[in-house]
């Protein structure tokens, strides 16, 4: 049975009462604070924290949504997340509607139209690795540059395969990102050229928050790594993939994937997304004892990327699913800190890029083009081999079961032309 509220929730809202994300966002007199969302309403949470809603609880919330960011939040924990959740749910029940009056004070103080509200970064990331743990996605593109019969590289079924990327270029949904320049190497030509890249393209990705820091030389063991995982944003890693198949070789992608990625606003929690638990694909050869999990590690999220051409129309260009991943969140976060390394509340650990089994599904362009070959018409009659300029990336993701529907928001970015 969904929980109903006394606040107004549309039908089909990404953000019913079983959700209530956490974000930052900025209100119209300029106050940053710590939010949550309930359908179509923002709800300042330090504003409805004095107005001694959670008096009496075992936790002290207010100086952590006071904060830019939710870091100091995060950090008090699991058992501090639920508890609020509880609380929050509870006091915005549909059977527990306050009477006029406080309504009134809440509607001026704590209760925003969630459009009025400017979301800014929720998390201080404090370090961000990239994953590429879709098994179709590393084949795909294993065939387009290496060998169609080999196309995985001999270690990608044993290890969740990363790279350390850049936190200071990570930034909120509808930012602006220009076209990166860097050097490239033209088919047939004897030397590199400088530029703007002209394959610039969208990477579909979830990431999770860590949510417990550890100390140098201490691993997270797979078993237990949900309880150092605060929640999930949608990511997008754009690439630019003409720059990136020059400099990667032997170090892997520099210039080619630190000039922007974007996340969505709301962290949804580990919690709102229980009921969406789902086996993952079976893992051959079997993984080594420290990536070994059991039960139900990945999760049924619907996702979607759409391209809005400048005054023209959404057009989907594909859909996959995030139950699709090969190497689950356990396993990469394990995998990170086998060798000891650290982890910080805030961390950002991407996915990489998720592609599902048939063309329609694929999270990238590159994918979807098959490396330009196969151009994309959209509605106004134009193509795409990769992203244009002008064009604005936009992603979705929601799961869905048994009339319960948990969603993220969007994810966009518009790109500008390079500064040349």
């Not at 609880?57 to 509880?86: C, E, T, W």
Request: glycine content about 8%; overall charge negative; hydrophobic content about 40%.
């Amino acid at each position: 049975m969904n929980l109903k509220s006394w606040i107004e929730i549309p039908a089909g809202s990404d953000f019913p009462l079983e959700n209530l994300p956490f974000g930052i966002g900025r209100s119209r007199e300029g106050e940053i604070a710590a939010y949550t969302r309930i359908g179509d309403t923002a709800v300042n949470l330090a504003a409805l924290d004095a107005s001694a809603v959670f008096t009496g609880m075992a936790f002290d919330y207010s100086a952590a949504f006071r904060q830019p960011v939710l870091n100091d939040f995060i950090a008090m924990g699991k058992a501090a997340h639920r508890a609020l959740r509880k609380a929050l749910q509870a006091f915005f029940a549909a059977g527990n509607k306050p009477d006029a009056t406080l309504i009134k004070s809440l509607t001026e103080k704590v209760l925003f139209p969630a459009a009025s509200v400017e979301m800014l970064m929720p998390v201080k990331v404090t370090d961000y690795t990239d994953f590429y743990s879709s098994i179709e996605h590393a084949t795909n593109v294993g065939k387009m540059f290496r060998d169609p019969a080999n196309a995985l590289l001999p270690n990608w079924r044993h290890l969740p395969v990363g790279y350390h990327g850049r936190a200071s270029s990570i930034v909120i949904s509808g930012t602006d990102i220009r076209r990166p320049q860097g050097q490239t190497m033209p088919a047939g030509a004897d030397a590199p050229v400088f530029g703007p890249s002209k394959m610039l393209d969208f990477e579909l990705e979830m990431a999770f928050v860590v949510g417990k820091s550890t100390s140098l030389g201490e691993p997270v063991a797979a078993a237990g790594a949900e309880d150092y995982i605060f929640g999930f944003l949608l990511f997008n890693d754009l690439s630019a993939r003409d720059i990136q198949s020059w400099e990667y070789v032997p170090l892997g992608p520099f210039l080619s994937k630190n000039f922007g990625s974007v996340v969505s606003p709301w962290i949804v929690t580990l919690e709102a997304l229980e009921p969406f638990r789902v086996k993952g694909p079976e893992q051959e050869p079997g993984v080594l004892p420290y990536l070994k999990t059991e039960g139900l590690r990945n999760f049924d999220i619907n996702l979607e990327v759409l391209i809005r051409p400048e005054n023209g129309d959404e057009n989907v260009i594909c859909r996959s699913n995030f139950r699709h991943m090969y190497w689950n969140i356990c396993q990469q976060l394990a995998h990170h800190t086998v060798n000891g390394c650290n982890i910080n509340t805030g961390d950002l650990y991407a996915s990489g890029t998720i592609s599902g089994p048939d063309p329609g599904s694929y999270g990238s362009m590159l994918e979807l083009t098959w490396r330009g070959t196969h151009p994309i018409r959209l509605s106004d009659g134009t193509e795409r081999k990769f992203v244009n300029d002008h064009d604005t990336v936009i992603m979705r993701g929601y799961a869905e079961r048994d009339g319960l529907r948990i969603g993220f928001g969007e994810c966009t970015t518009k790109i500008l032309p390079a500064l040349t």
